[in-house]
């Protein structure tokens, strides 16, 4: 059988026809009140098929849906003892639900769904509603069928909002290793100069030990006026080191002067 009826008799009497076969009723004294469908039937959460939005427990917003799959197994219970089910059955299934997917991570909703729908089909089938109460198929006379997450998903505006982060992310990490790339390559290169400096000292050093200081700092200008000048047309570039004093130079005396003193 698909379908069964409950009557309400005169005098708001009602009762449930389950039973296949011939029923007679009397006309103005009964009044069916409801024709109740004994096959599966879905539950939307809220109602609705859109996804709703719920807050995980680091309180991010998502936005999720899901179904329930119940049959209808004992219509007394449906109808004769609960007024307007389908709506209490609606209201009982959402906090079940809520409950369970609001204390979840918003990593475990979003990459462990399958083990989340099955917590809640377990839930919804064995868990009392409240504790020492009955549970959602004893309390409305049905059997949970089924039970399907079918999205969990972040909103739009987070989605954008975490595609920023990642960019920004990308863009730290590569300015991170263009400065690491930077400071690499100088000192290398201070290295280089130290050591072009300690092998030019080497071979300017006196037999004393002592070093020409004035040449000494002259050359090292003149090296790296080379290493550093931009050189497009063939041009030579000097420094010349101030060394804070003119440096005494000796000219040799002209050939056939006889005062070989005179400078």
Do not use: C
């Amino acid at each position: 059988m698909n379908y069964a009826v409950v009557l309400e008799r005169f005098g708001g009497e009602r009762e449930a026809v389950t039973e296949m076969g011939w029923h007679v009723r009397l006309p103005y004294f009964t009044r069916i009140e409801q024709e109740v469908s004994l096959m599966n039937q879905r539950l939307f959460l809220s109602g609705v098929m859109e996804p709703m939005r719920i807050i995980s427990k680091e309180n991010v917003a998502l936005w999720t849906s899901a179904v329930l799959t119940y049959r209808i197994r004992d219509l007394h219970t449906w109808a004769i003892e609960n007024l307007e089910a389908l709506d209490l059955l609606q209201g009982d299934y959402d906090g079940i639900v809520k409950d369970i997917l609001q204390a979840q991570h918003v990593n475990e909703l979003v990459s462990n769904r399958e083990a989340i729908k099955e917590e809640i089909f377990k839930a919804l089938k064995a868990r009392p509603i409240n504790e020492g109460g009955p549970t959602l198929e004893k309390k409305y006379g049905v059997e949970v069928v089924s039970f399907v997450l079918k999205e969990t998903r972040f909103g739009d505006k987070l989605v954008e909002a975490t595609e920023e982060k990642k960019r920004r992310q990308l863009i730290a990490e590569a300015e991170n290793y263009a400065a690491d790339q930077e400071a690499s390559r100088i000192r290398k290169l201070y290295a280089a100069y130290l050591d072009s400096i300690q092998a030019l000292q080497e071979n300017l050093g006196r037999p004393d030990g002592s070093t020409d200081v004035a040449l000494f700092q002259f050359l090292v200008q003149q090296k790296w006026a080379t290493a550093y000048e931009k050189n497009q047309e063939g041009q030579n570039t000097i420094v010349i080191q101030n060394t804070q004093g003119a440096p005494a130079l000796t000219l040799p005396a002209p050939k056939g002067s006889k005062n070989p003193g005179h400078r």
